[in-house]
C-alpha cells in the first residue's frame, strides 16, 4: 500500500515531539475524519526555523506527512516553508495512495496553522499566508469514558 | 515472532487442508457439467446434492431450501432485492438495523432511490437491536425485517428468537444475514422463525467465491440471477462444483468441531481481554459481553488512530484489522461503532481482533505484549494524549 | 473405448492441472483478505491485478476496464439490467438476438415484465444476426445491443464488427456475451467496437466460479450486486483469490495457444463432419460453414430425438449434448435450432459435439462408429422413420 | 438419471418393431414435444392380446415406458389391457424423473389409441375406452431437407 519512504517516516518518524515554549504551534484536522497534526516551530529572530516537532494522530500517512513536512521545513526561512507544498511533502516520500492524498494537505494546513500562531504571536504578518481553516475543538467535543 | 499471527478470522479464514482435498477431484477429474445427461456428470449432481444437505443441516434446513449462491453478498442482495419484488402487492419497506454489514445497508440504500422505504433500527451501547423501536417500526406496508445474526465488528449477536417472533406475530418475513454466525454458533432456522438466511463460505474455513441463500419453503422468492436453469430455477449460472462441495465440507467439520472450537477460542479470547484491560490504560471493549460470537474481540484505544495501529501489529506479524476489512480504504469511522455511540475519535482507535482455534496461547501473549508497546508508542505520538495529560 | 470420451467443452472444460497448480497457494498459505491492511494481504491484491491484466489482454482491454464476477451469468445479467438502468434517461429499449443464451434471453424476459421494451432480431438459416432487421429495430430510445459473439450450440460466429459499427453510428451501448468465444478466437475490443463484454473461466479450462464483465472506459454503469468495496465499487463481495488467480493462468494458456489449438481442433472437426455427412444418410449440420468456433459441430439426424442418443453414447463412454446443457430437463427444442428455421421434430434430433485440443484423431473415428451404429438403432425403432421408409 | 429398469428396457426395448395386418395400431404424441409412441395390437377373436409391438420417436424415458407398457398388456384381454395406467407403467420401472412422466401418460394413451384402432375396424364398442386425443399428423406436418 505505501512506499518503501512512507513505511520509513511512519516507522522511524523524524522530528516527533513537542516544543516548549514554541515560536508557533498550529493543530489542523479533526477526529471525525480521523487525523489531527500539530507543529511546532522554533523561529529564531531572523525568521529561520531552528526547530520543528510534530504530534500526529492519524494513519501511516499522516504520520509520515507529518515527519516529511517536518525535514522540509526545517532549516528553512519562513517564507521558504511557506513554499513547501503538499505536492512537494508527497513527491519527497515516492508518492500516497489517492485515497491518501488528503493527508498531505493537512501536513501543509498543519505547517500554515503554526507559521499563523507565530505570526498572530509576534504581531507580524508573513505574506501570502492565510488564516487556517480547521481546528479539532471547532467540530467535536472531547470525549472520555 | 517468525511466524505470522493470523487474528482477522472475520474477514475470511484459511481454507482447511481437508476442505481443498474434497475440492480438487472436481476440477481435473470430475469436471462436468452437472446438468448434463451423461453418468458422468451424475457424480457432479450426487456431489452438489450431498453438500446441500450438509449445509442445509447446519441450520436445521431442508436441502431443497438451500440455494448455492456465489457470496454472502450475493445472497444478502439476492433476499432483499427479490423479496421486495415479489411482495411488491403488499407494501414497499423494510424494516433492517443501523449496524448491518454494507452487503445488506448498501442494497437498501440502492432500493430507497428506487421507490422503497426503509427504516434502519437503532441499537444500544451494546450493539443489541433495540426490538421496541422494531415493533414500532413495522407498518402495514413492512414487507421485509432483515436484522444480522452476529456482526461482524463488535460480535454482538442479535435477540434472534425474539425477532422472528415479532415478524412472525405481524405476518412479516424475516432475513437474517448470518455471514459471521453460520457455523460459528447453533443456529435453527424452524426454531427462530426465519424465513431466509444468508451465509458465506470462506468464513467457516471454506473456499472464497461460493455462498448460500436458505429460503423458506413457501416464500415467494424471484430470481435474482436470471439464465440456466440451476438451482431449480432459481439461481442461473453453471454451478460451481469444487466451491460447493468445498462448502459442504467445511460445513460438515464446522458442525462436528463447534464445540470444542468455541471453547477453545472463547478461552483464549478472555485471556487476551482481560490482559489488555488490566495492562493498558485508556481502552474499552466493544459490543455485548455475553451474546457474543466466540472468537470476536473489539477494543477502542482512546487518542490513537486504527490504521497506523494495524501497520505496526503488521509488522510484527500480526494480522489484525481496524473496522470491517471491506471498508478499509474509506476514511469514515465503522457505521456500527457509531451506532453503538463512540465518537470519531474513540471509533477510529478500534481494533479487531478475530481468533481461530489454530491461535495459541503463546501468540495471544505476544500479541498483548506487541499492543502494549504499540499503542504506548502512538499515543507518545497523539496530540490528544499530550492535550488529554496536560489537563490532568 | 474404456477412456472417456469427452466432447462438450461447450458446457464445461476440464480445469487445466496448471491452474489449479496456479490456485492452490491462495487456499492455504495466502489465504488473506485483499481489502486488508496488513502485508500479508497485498500479495493477494498484487496476484489480483496480475490476473486482472491477463484475462484484460485477452481482449484487447486496460485492467482498468475488467470486472471479476462469479460467473458469464452474472455478467450478463448485469451488464443488461444496471445499464438499462443507468441510462434510463434515454430510453427503454434493449435490442437482442434470437439465439442468444437464455442468461441473456431471461433477464431480458425479466426485463420485459418490468416495463422495458425487447425487441429479438431473426438470424438466418446459418444463425447470422439479420444486419438490416438489427438497423430497422433501432429507435430512439434504445439505450442496448445486445448480441452475443458466438453461439453455444450451433457455434456461429456474428458479424461483431459490424454491430459494433451500427452501433457506434447510431449512439447505443454495444454488449457481446462472448462466453463461448473469449479465449477461442481473437477478440480485439478496441477495433471491434465493443462496450461491455461478458466471459466465463470454466468454458476455458479455467475454474468455475469465476467470470468477468468488460466495461469500456466511459461507459456508465451501476453496480449490480451491492455492499463492500471490491472491484473498484463495481462489484461487491469478498473477492474469490483463487477463483481469479485461476482465470489468469487460463487466459494466459488460452492466449498463448490459441492459434495452435484452433488448428487441431478444426482439424479434428472437419474429419468428424466429413466422416458423418458421408456415412449417415439424412443428416444435416447446423449453422454456419465458415464463421464458426473452430471446435464446434452440431448435426440434426431426422427421425431420432436427441436424449435417446446422447444416452446411447454416454454408454459409449462418449459426452456430448443435445441442445444446451443448461436446458436439459426441459422439453422444448433448443430456441436456436428453431430461430434457423428447422422444424420441431428435426430440431429435438441434435447432437453437439465440442471438441477440444485433448481429442485425439482415435477418439473421433471411434465416435463417428458408434454415431453411425446408435442412430441406426433408433431409426429402427422411430415410427417417423418407419412412416418415411413406407413412403418412399 | 433414469433406474436401472428403465435403462435395461431402454437398452433392450422388449416388443420393439411392426406388427403387419395388425388388429389394431395407435400413434400418438407429437413431434413438438419430442415423443411420439406408435403401438401395434395383435388381438385374437376371443379378445386376448396375443401380440404386442411399439415404435417411439422420443427420450430414453420414452422408449422404456413403451416398452414396459407393451409387457404389461401382452397376453391380457382388452379389459385388462385398459386397467393398465400409467402409473403402474412407473411403478413397474421403479419410478421416472418428475419431468418425465408425461412419457408414462403417453404409453397409456397410445395403448388405448391401438385399442380404439381396433374397435373401429372391427365395429364394437370398448366399454370405459374413449377417443384418443393426440396424433402427430394432427399437429405439425412432415419435413424434409
Ligand atoms: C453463450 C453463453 N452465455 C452465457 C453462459 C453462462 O455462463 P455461466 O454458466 O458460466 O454462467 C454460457 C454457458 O453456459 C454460454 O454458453
Ligand atoms: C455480516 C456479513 N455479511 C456479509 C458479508 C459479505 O460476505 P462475502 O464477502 O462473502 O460476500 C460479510 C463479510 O464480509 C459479513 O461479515
Redesign the pocket.
Known amino acids: 500500500m505505501y512506499t518503501q519512504k512512507v513505511m520509513d517516516h511512519f516507522t522511524n518518524p523524524r522530528n516527533m515531539g513537542e516544543i516548549e515554549n514554541a515560536s508557533g504551534v498550529g493543530t489542523v484536522g479533526n477526529a471525525k475524519c480521523g487525523d489531527i497534526m500539530r507543529i511546532y516551530l522554533d523561529i529564531d529572530p531572523d525568521g529561520i526555523i531552528n526547530d520543528v516537532k510534530f504530534k500526529t494522530f492519524g494513519c501511516g500517512a499522516a504520520v509520515a506527512t507529518s515527519s516529511m513536512a517536518t525535514e522540509l521545513v526545517k532549516g528553512k526561512t519562513v517564507q521558504e516553508a511557506l513554499q513547501v507544498t503538499n505536492k512537494a511533502v508527497m513527491e519527497a516520500l515516492d508518492g500516497l495512495p489517492p485515497v491518501k492524498v488528503h493527508c498531505s494537505l493537512l501536513a501543509e494546513e498543519a505547517i500554515h496553522a503554526a507559521l499563523w500562531d507565530y505570526a498572530e504571536k509576534n504581531g507580524i504578518k508573513i505574506e501570502g499566508l492565510q488564516k487556517p481553516k480547521s481546528d479539532i475543538h471547532e467540530e467535536e467535543e472531547e470525549v472520555e469514558y | 515472532m517468525e511466524k505470522k499471527i493470523y487474528l482477522d478470522n472475520?474477514a475470511t479464514t484459511k481454507t482447511r487442508p481437508e476442505v481443498v482435498e474434497a475440492m480438487l477431484p472436481y476440477f481435473t477429474d470430475l469436471f462436468g457439467n452437472p446438468s448434463s445427461v451423461y453418468e458422468y456428470a451424475a457424480q457432479n449432481k450426487k456431489a452438489i446434492d450431498e453438500a446441500r444437505a450438509m449445509v442445509a443441516k447446519v441450520i436445521g434446513a431442508g436441502p431443497s431450501e438451500v440455494y448455492f449462491t456465489a457470496?454472502?453478498?450475493e445472497a444478502?442482495n439476492w433476499a432483499i432485492k427479490a423479496t421486495l419484488e415479489a411482495y411488491g402487492d403488499k407494501g414497499n419497506h423494510i424494516i433492517t438495523s443501523k449496524i448491518e454489514?454494507h452487503?445488506i445497508l448498501h442494497t437498501c440504500e440502492y432500493l430507497a432511490k428506487h421507490g422503497y422505504e426503509v427504516t434502519y433500527v437503532d441499537v444500544d451501547e451494546n450493539g443489541i437491536l433495540k426490538l421496541d423501536q422494531l415493533e414500532k417500526a413495522i407498518r402495514p406496508t413492512t414487507v421485509l425485517i432483515s436484522v444480522?445474526f452476529a456482526n461482524?465488528e463488535i460480535g454482538t449477536i442479535q435477540p434472534i428468537k425474539e425477532i422472528g417472533e415479532l415478524a412472525k406475530k405481524h405476518n412479516i418475513l424475516f432475513h437474517t444475514?448470518a455471514?459471521?454466525a453460520y457455523g460459528q454458533v447453533p443456529i435453527d432456522v424452524k426454531d427462530l422463525n426465519i424465513d431466509m438466511l444468508s451465509a458465506?463460505a470462506?468464513?467457516l474455513n471454506g473456499p472464497k467465491g461460493i455462498?448460500l441463500l436458505y429460503i423458506r419453503k413457501g416464500v415467494k422468492i424471484r430470481s435474482f440471477i436470471h439464465g440456466g436453469a440451476q438451482e431449480r430455477q432459481r439461481r442461473a449460472g453453471t454451478e460451481n462444483v469444487p466451491g460447493i462441495v468445498g462448502f459442504g465440507k467445511a460445513a460438515e467439520i464446522a458442525l462436528a468441531t463447534m464445540k470444542e472450537r468455541a471453547e477453545k477460542e472463547t478461552k483464549l479470547r478472555e485471556l487476551l481481554m482481560k490482559r489488555v484491560l488490566a495492562e493498558v490504560p485508556f481502552v474499552r471493549v466493544n459490543g455485548d459481553k455475553v451474546r457474543r460470537l466466540p472468537n470476536n474481540i473489539n477494543f477502542s484505544f482512546q487518542f490513537i488512530e486504527g490504521e497506523s495501529l494495524l501497520i505496526m501489529l503488521d509488522m510484527k506479524n500480526i494480522c489484525a484489522s481496524s473496522g470491517s476489512a471491506?471498508t478499509s480504504g474509506s476514511l469514515d469511522p465503522s457505521h456500527v461503532l457509531l451506532a453503538i455511540g463512540l465518537p470519531h475519535e474513540i471509533a477510529h482507535g478500534s481494533l479487531r481482533l478475530t481468533l481461530s482455534e489454530e491461535n495459541t496461547e503463546e501468540e495471544i501473549n505476544y500479541t498483548v505484549d506487541q499492543i502494549k508497546e504499540i499503542v504506548d508508542k502512538l499515543r507518545q505520538m497523539s496530540p490528544l494524549y499530550e492535550d488529554f495529560m496536560k489537563k490532568r
Do not use: F
Open positions: 472475520a457470496s454472502g453478498t444478502d454489514h452487503a444480522m461482524n444475514d455471514v459471521q458465506s470462506h468464513k455462498g471491506c
